[in-house]
């Protein structure tokens, strides 16, 4: 696949802009392993990005490439449990990822974190590869997301795995379109087919879309909505689903966020309120829905700007229907135009069978450089 990508930048003429750069993370954090021990792990990750536009007949081609060299170690890693998820293949069509080096407190690995193609034409855009196929509009919750979906208890929640995939958009006006989403099967890499059809438009202040797809066995049929009410947003998206196994079941997540400026909060408190009704609870995880233990989530974000370059944020999540919790706080320094840390914890509380009862404690700190 990457000699694909080097044959396109190579032969594609004329080439009327290429752009290189990259990104270094380091994520230094503590939590207890599955034996009750508190470890600390480093994670370090060197991201370089190549993109490019290139005019081709009628239309314009670009392409967008991003390679990632992880290099992880820690006493976490002796884990058997982390150990086996370090092992799993990505649940991608295409193996992108090889493990160079791997011992009891070090795993080094380079992967394909994007790899795409495009061509547009008039108002007909086809992508072609690795790609992120971001669907749903809640800010905590995403249940119309089945291509990606991404737990709010996530490490890294600006990761997303994204899927090979061809994808076909028709943009028949000025802000509607359709979009067709087609993703191959694996079995070696345990992931599904998925196909899904996606509509959408603006209607006055209010931007709707309506979905249906296939996941491997699966039916859904889904629906987001998002406006503003005087000055504040509201959001409601809604999945069903059935398959054969399961029977029936739906998600539903409705929001409201609104920012406050007053005497008290001169910069602007952004406020966010997500209700979270999952039909899947206590069904077996799987890793192309959100996936959980209750029924009833009600969630809360903030945000504040301190001074121009410190942000501080919290996330809290109550389990409404078995007595949980999960906290986040976290505080941003914009050291420099290309430098950010970050430091943040996060708070699981809850009794055995919860939703939250499983993860532990976890404090970290987080680095970012962009050249």
């Given at each position: 696949?990457?000699?694909?990508?080097?044959?396109?930048v190579?032969?594609a003429?004329?080439?009327?802009?290429?752009?290189?750069?990259?990104?270094?993370?380091?994520?230094?954090?503590?939590?207890?392993?599955t034996?009750?021990?508190?470890?600390?792990?480093?994670?370090?990750?060197?991201?370089?990005?190549?993109?490019?536009?290139?005019?081709?007949?009628?239309?314009?081609?670009?392409?967008?490439l991003?390679?990632?060299h992880?290099?992880?170690?820690?006493?976490?890693?002796?884990?058997?449990?982390?150990?086996?998820?370090?092992?799993?293949?990505d649940?991608?069509?295409?193996?992108?990822?090889?493990?160079?080096?791997?011992?009891?407190?070090?795993?080094w690995?380079?992967?394909?974190?994007?790899?795409?193609?495009?061509?547009?034409?008039?108002?007909?855009?086809?992508?072609?590869?690795?790609?992120?196929v971001?669907?749903?509009?809640?800010?905590?919750?995403?249940?119309?997301d089945?291509?990606?979906?991404?737990?709010?208890?996530?490490?890294?929640l600006?990761?997303?795995?994204?899927?090979?995939?061809?994808?076909?958009?028709?943009?028949?006006?000025?802000?509607?379109?359709?979009?067709?989403v087609?993703?191959?099967?694996?079995?070696?890499?345990?992931?599904?087919?998925?196909?899904?059809?996606?509509?959408?438009?603006?209607?006055?202040?209010?931007?709707?879309?309506?979905m249906?797809?296939?996941?491997?066995?699966?039916?859904?049929?889904?629906?987001?909505?998002?406006?503003?009410?005087?000055?504040?947003?509201?959001?409601?998206?809604?999945?069903?689903?059935k398959?054969?196994?399961?029977?029936?079941?739906?998600?539903?997540?409705?929001?409201?966020?609104?920012?406050?400026?007053?005497?008290?909060?001169?910069?602007g408190?952004?406020?966010?309120?997500?209700?979270?009704?999952?039909?899947?609870?206590?069904?077996?995880?799987?890793?192309?829905?959100i996936?959980?233990?209750?029924?009833?989530?009600?969630?809360?974000?903030?945000?504040?700007?301190?001074?121009?370059?410190?942000?501080?944020?919290?996330?809290?999540?109550?389990?409404?229907?078995?007595?949980?919790?999960?906290?986040?706080?976290?505080?941003?320094?914009?050291?420099?135009?290309?430098?950010?840390?970050?430091?943040?914890?996060?708070?699981?509380?809850?009794?055995?069978?919860?939703?939250?009862?499983?993860?532990?404690?976890?404090?970290?700190?987080?680095?970012?450089?962009?050249?």
């Open positions: 696949m990457l000699s694909l990508f080097y044959a396109v190579l032969c003429t004329p080439v009327l802009a290429v752009e290189l750069s990259g990104q270094y993370t380091n994520l230094l954090f503590q939590t207890q392993d034996f009750g021990n508190s470890r600390t792990t480093d994670l370090n990750r060197l991201r370089l990005q190549v993109e490019g536009e290139s005019e081709t007949g009628p239309g314009m081609m670009r392409f967008h991003v390679y990632d992880e290099l992880l170690w820690g006493a976490m890693l002796a884990d058997p449990v982390v150990n086996a998820g370090l092992n799993r293949p649940a991608t069509w295409l193996d992108g990822s090889m493990t160079l080096t791997q011992s009891r407190h070090t795993n690995r380079h992967a394909l974190y994007r790899g795409w193609i495009s061509y547009d034409v008039a108002d007909v855009s086809l992508k072609v590869g690795r790609q992120r971001a669907w749903g509009s809640g800010r905590i919750w995403n249940p119309t089945r291509f990606n979906p991404v737990q709010p208890t996530a490490l890294e600006d990761q997303k795995l994204g899927v090979d995939a061809a994808a076909l958009q028709w943009n028949y006006s000025h802000s509607a379109y359709v979009l067709a087609a993703s191959p099967a694996s079995v070696a890499n345990a992931a599904v087919r998925k196909l899904a059809l996606r509509w959408q438009d603006t209607w006055g202040d209010f931007d709707l879309s309506m249906v797809g296939r996941i491997a066995d699966e039916s859904i049929l889904g629906m987001d909505v998002t406006g503003n009410l005087r000055d504040a947003g509201i959001r409601v998206e809604w999945m069903q689903a398959n054969p196994r399961e029977g029936a079941y739906g998600q539903i997540v409705a929001g409201l966020d609104y920012t406050w400026n007053n005497s008290w909060f001169p910069n408190l952004y406020t966010a309120i997500e209700y979270f009704y999952n039909g899947a609870a206590g069904l077996v995880v799987s890793q192309d829905r996936s959980g233990l209750s029924n009833h989530l009600l969630g809360a974000q903030l945000a504040y700007d301190l001074t121009p370059l410190w942000r501080a944020e919290i996330l809290f999540i109550s389990d409404m229907q078995k007595s949980g919790s999960f906290t986040m706080p976290s505080i941003t320094w914009s050291v420099a135009e290309d430098l950010e840390v970050q430091c943040f914890t996060q708070l699981p509380q809850g009794n055995a069978g919860s939703e939250f009862a499983r993860l532990e404690a976890l404090y970290a700190v987080r680095a970012d450089w962009y050249f």
